[in-house]
């Protein structure tokens, strides 16, 4: 079985032979060598250089990296993510560990991701930084932005998350085949998530030690605006496709609904002195409500058929990458 750890770096020169000699490092731990990770016999490290205008690819070369994809110029996180999949499978990988490259994560911690995908429980494994473990110096905005959407898209998709936006993960053969990326301008680790939930993929977070630098700068969050933004949207397009009959029933069905208490009321008004003129706003509310919930209900109904032509090319998509990148 072949592990693949795979390092996304922008402009990390300073920071990534460091991160690799910790990885390598790491592999000698008992885990490799104990029932469960002797399984694993070949361990390779990957850079993917997101069009870094340092020497990031340079330096990964000096600290003996196993692989390297760089290109030019930068296209950012979700992009990078695609074409660490892609590089892995190309090289056989049965197992991805991603992991970022300015060191604020353990490498020693990479058992902890691999243990229940091993064990045959799970598919995906994240690391969470909201668990029992507190995160060292987190800033608390994203303390709370975190909790928040993990509870927006737990109630959507009816499955318990914890950290979305966690880039420390470890990913089996199937998951790499089956995710399909549709956002590649910003990150990927929301979308992954929401997507390998729709495809009925086992999930687990797993607590782990992690601690923010508080004088580095963030490559993905220079604003929170506009990560918040970024973020809210790809979130949306995703539940929107995997769950549209929540994500547009359920308002529809409330809309209808009010649209029948406002008439409901009209009545009330009406059996009293049999008038219609001066409750008439009550019907024409009533009859745009029940329009507008209806549509919505409709919307409904298009988006699960559009659902179900985008499964099957999905279906379509794995087959063709099983055969190319047959073993």
Request: net charge positive; with cysteine; aromatic share 12%.
């Amino acid at each position: 079985m072949k592990l693949v750890v795979n390092i996304p770096a922008f402009n990390e020169a300073d920071k990534i032979g460091e991160t690799i000699g910790r990885i390598k490092q790491s592999f000698s731990a008992d885990f490799y060598s104990s029932d469960l990770g002797k399984i694993i016999t070949e361990k390779l490290i990957q850079v993917v250089d997101d069009g870094s205008t340092d020497n990031t690819a340079v330096k990964a070369h000096e600290a003996g990296v196993d692989l390297i994809v760089s290109y030019k110029p930068n296209r950012r996180l979700a992009y990078s993510f695609k074409r660490a999949v892609e590089n892995s499978l190309e090289n056989g990988a049965d197992l991805m560990v991603n992991i970022d490259a300015d060191g604020q994560f353990d490498p020693e911690d990479i058992p902890k991701l691999l243990t229940p995908i091993l064990e045959g429980n799970f598919d995906m494994v994240i690391a969470n930084r909201f668990g029992h473990i507190e995160a060292k110096n987190i800033p608390w905005i994203r303390n709370f932005l975190n909790r928040f959407a993990a509870k927006m898209v737990s109630y959507f998709l009816n499955y318990k998350t914890e950290d979305l936006t966690c880039g420390f993960r470890a990913l089996n053969r199937e998951t790499l085949m089956r995710l399909s990326l549709t956002n590649l301008d910003f990150t990927y680790t929301q979308e992954t998530i929401i997507d390998a939930i729709g495809k009925n993929l086992k999930l687990k977070w797993v607590p782990i030690k992690v601690t923010y630098f508080p004088n580095r700068k963030p490559k993905i969050t220079k604003s929170i605006v506009r990560f918040v933004g970024n973020g809210f949207k790809i979130i949306m397009r995703a539940v929107r496709d995997v769950r549209p009959m929540k994500f547009f029933g359920i308002p529809g069905l409330i809309i209808v609904l009010s649209s029948l208490v406002v008439f409901a009321i009209f009545l009330t008004f009406y059996f009293q002195n049999f008038e219609i003129t001066p409750y008439r706003n009550y019907i024409f509310l009533s009859v745009i409500l029940f329009l507008v919930g209806l549509q919505f209900i409709v919307f409904a109904l298009i988006a699960d058929m559009i659902k179900s032509n985008r499964k099957l090319t999905e279906d379509l998509m794995y087959q063709m990458k099983k055969e190319k990148y047959r073993k």
